[in-house]
């Protein structure tokens, strides 16, 4: 059964500061890899989604990559705003199985 | 606007009182799903839906149904609520095929506890 992990579970920065956040998942036969995004008291938004045939997705100040043979993920942001504190959620498979999520990394950032 | 409608937004319930929550798209995704996230556990599929009368069942399905009669709509079914199903519950779409296959779409969220 696939299991995904994220690191850390928690991160608190200084605003302005780039950032990395860790995704790794047990069962490197996926059919794609999303990075979403959630606020209190709100649904999830998809920030970036990479084909299990791609090695890395931009959108923006974000930049997710992934290593399949690895089982890794790592979603990039560059030059962090308090806007951007939230939980973000990794989560793999897709198709028509569906999602299969980390416990998230809840990041703040500082003013 | 596309989006995910999900009805009501905050239930209170009583253990045995059967009760549905809505879910609604308008971007005539085949794809819908239902999660549920609990503090700990994460999100966790409960069912999924391929395409009208296709539906199956995700890591949780215990104590819920679902039907799927239009393309739009998805309702989740509590027939006897329990304590053990007080969650936070997403409906999610998608397409399954074309540029933008299976980035998925969510709902705001139901709140539901269960007493």
């Known amino acids: 059964k696939q299991e995904v992990t994220q690191i850390p579970a928690a991160l608190s920065v200084p605003e302005g500061e780039n950032l990395v956040l860790n995704c790794s998942f047990t069962?490197?036969?996926?059919?794609?890899l999303q990075w979403f995004r959630q606020d209190p008291g709100k649904g999830l938004t998809s920030l970036l989604l990479?084909?299990?045939?791609?090695r890395e997705q931009t959108s923006g100040r974000l930049n997710a990559s992934l290593d399949k043979s690895s089982g890794r993920s790592t979603l990039y942001i560059a030059a962090s705003q308090p806007g951007d504190s939230a939980t973000y959620l990794c989560?793999?498979?897709?198709?028509?199985?569906?999602?299969?999520f980390g416990k998230g990394t809840h990041l703040i950032i500082q003013p | 606007e596309a989006q995910v409608t999900q009805n009501p937004r905050y239930l209170i319930t009583v253990t045995g009182k059967k009760l549905t929550v809505t879910c609604s798209q308008n971007?005539?995704?085949?794809?819908m799903s239902w999660y549920r996230q609990d503090p700990g556990l994460g999100l966790r599929q409960i069912y999924y839906s391929m395409n009208v009368e296709v539906t199956d069942k995700g890591d949780v399905p215990e104590g819920y149904k679902v039907s799927r009669k239009e393309k739009r709509n998805f309702p989740l079914i509590l027939e006897s609520p329990s304590p053990n199903q007080t969650s936070l519950y997403f409906c999610?779409?998608?397409?399954?095929?074309?540029?933008?296959?299976?980035?998925?779409?969510f709902g705001a969220g139901t709140r539901l506890s269960v007493l």
């Open positions: 971007m005539n995704h085949e794809y």
């Open positions: 989560a793999v498979g897709g198709g028509a199985d569906g999602l299969t």
């Open positions: 999610a779409s998608s397409f399954l095929s074309g540029t933008t296959k299976n980035i998925q779409y």
């Open positions: 990479i084909q299990s045939s791609q």
């Open positions: 069962d490197s036969a996926i059919y794609n």
